[in-house]
Structure formats: structure tokens, C-alpha cells
């Protein structure tokens, strides 16, 4: 089993920065893929940023340039920065690990940002 737990959202204004960060915990060996959704009200949800076990990473056209994905796989974490932040970024930002093919889900964490 994994758990997530993210950390790092909140208020900002447009054209502030934010971190996040999501620590997997539980009884595994190595996670896989690691990657950050958001789902905004109304919406589905959709990808953000994904990072595989390597160096490589995948970004949505709406967040290229603007955020940047990375992991510490000592720490079992991963990370996602973002800059730039505009008030169409406001969402719920979930935290997302594939482990043995099984995707597992963090609780969320609310970003707001402010016009």
C-alpha cells in the first residue's frame, strides 16, 4: 500500500509562486511514476506534470515554461513548482504515484490564486 500526503498549497496572487510537495509512505520497494493533477470546480480532472522513476518529465501545454516538476527518490517525494501563477491555475491539486500498476491518490490540496 502507498500513501500520499501533499503539502504546500494555499492563497496567492496572480502572478505569485508556489511549491508543492507530496511524500509517499507505506510498504513498497520502489514507486514508479509520480505525477500532480488538478481538478478545478466543474471540471474533470486533468494532468498537470508527470515524472517517471528517470529524468525525463511531462508537462500540459497550459504549464509549460511556468512549472516544473522533480522527485527525490530517497525521500519518496515529489515536487512541483510553480511560477507565474494565474487565476485560471486555481484548483485542487492531487498528488498522483503508479506503484505494481496500481495508481494511488493523495487528499488534495486546495491552490487559489487571486486576480
Known amino acids: 500500500q502507498v500513501q500520499l500526503v501533499e503539502s504546500g498549497g494555499g492563497l496567492v496572487q496572480a502572478g505569485g509562486s508556489l511549491r508543492l510537495a507530496c511524500a509517499a509512505s507505506?510498504?513498497?520497494?520502489?514507486?514508479?511514476?509520480m505525477g500532480w493533477y488538478r481538478q478545478a470546480p466543474g471540471k474533470q480532472r486533468e494532468l498537470v506534470a508527470s515524472?517517471?522513476?528517470?529524468?525525463?518529465?511531462n508537462y500540459a501545454d497550459y504549464v509549460k515554461g511556468r512549472f516544473t516538476i522533480s522527485r527525490d527518490n530517497a525521500k519518496n517525494t515529489v515536487y512541483l513548482q510553480m511560477y507565474s501563477l494565474e487565476p485560471e491555475d486555481t484548483a485542487v491539486y492531487y498528488c498522483?504515484?503508479?506503484?505494481?500498476?496500481?495508481?494511488?491518490w493523495g487528499q488534495g490540496t486546495q491552490v487559489t490564486v487571486s486576480s
Open positions: 507505506g510498504s513498497f520497494l520502489r514507486i514508479g511514476e
Open positions: 515524472i517517471p522513476t528517470g529524468v525525463s518529465t
Open positions: 498522483n504515484a503508479v506503484y505494481r500498476w496500481k495508481n494511488y
